[in-house]
């Protein structure tokens, strides 16, 4: 069975721009949750959607949003970007909400 | 979400068991263990669970303490691939929880040759 996919692996943007990040979940897995991991901050919980609905949410500004589709895939979102918002974005997924969650390899995000 | 310490750094030779010690003093009769790790640049990893009862797969072994304010993570015969940071995690629901995993520090395992 496939595992978690990121897409795109890389990305360096702007300050200001938006960035979209997508997450392909292991097949037959309907919960996806999101993480930025920084050297300063660690791994930290951003959200949970479940059922293309968000279930759950951490301590991050309105900048940051996402989405699932009926398909379960998912994509984040991070408008107006700022310098501190460059960090590696690891999606997960679990077959449901409180399941072991199974991490993709991450999108390295850079903004300058 | 109950609070866990862990040492920030441990070695361990090839071929030898590796034992990472986790302390969860607060936790609560609905919270369980978890284990994942993150191996340098890749995303983390699940290792394994448990709620009381000491439990094996694969990968690994848990062993969690009758009180279960401790539990120990076993890798029987690590080898220098399984060199990673190794993070316990309590969490109320069997996985994620209402507000996501809580990523402490973590212990960084070195496996020496």
Sequence with gaps: KAGVTQTPRYLIKTRGQQVTLSCSPI???RSVSWYQQTPGQGLQFLFEYFSETQRNKGNFPGRFSGRQFSNSRSEMN???LELG???LYLCASSLRIGDEQYFGP???LTVT | ???TTQPTSMDCAEGRAANLPCNHSTISGNEYVY???QIHSQGPQYIIHGLKNNETNEMAS???TEDRKSSTLILPHATLRDTAVYYCIVTMYSGG???GLTFGKGTHLIIQP
């Design chain 2, 35 to 37: 284990w994942y790790r």
């Design chain 2, 62 to 64: 848990l062993i969690i």
């Design chain 1, 27 to 29: 097949s037959g897995h």
């Design chain 1, 85 to 87: 918002d460059s960090a």
């Design chain 2, 1 to 3: 979400d109950a609070k």
């Design chain 1, 78 to 80: 991070v408008s107006t």
């Design chain 2, 97 to 99: 929880g209402a507000d």
């Design chain 1, 106 to 108: 991450g999108t390295r």
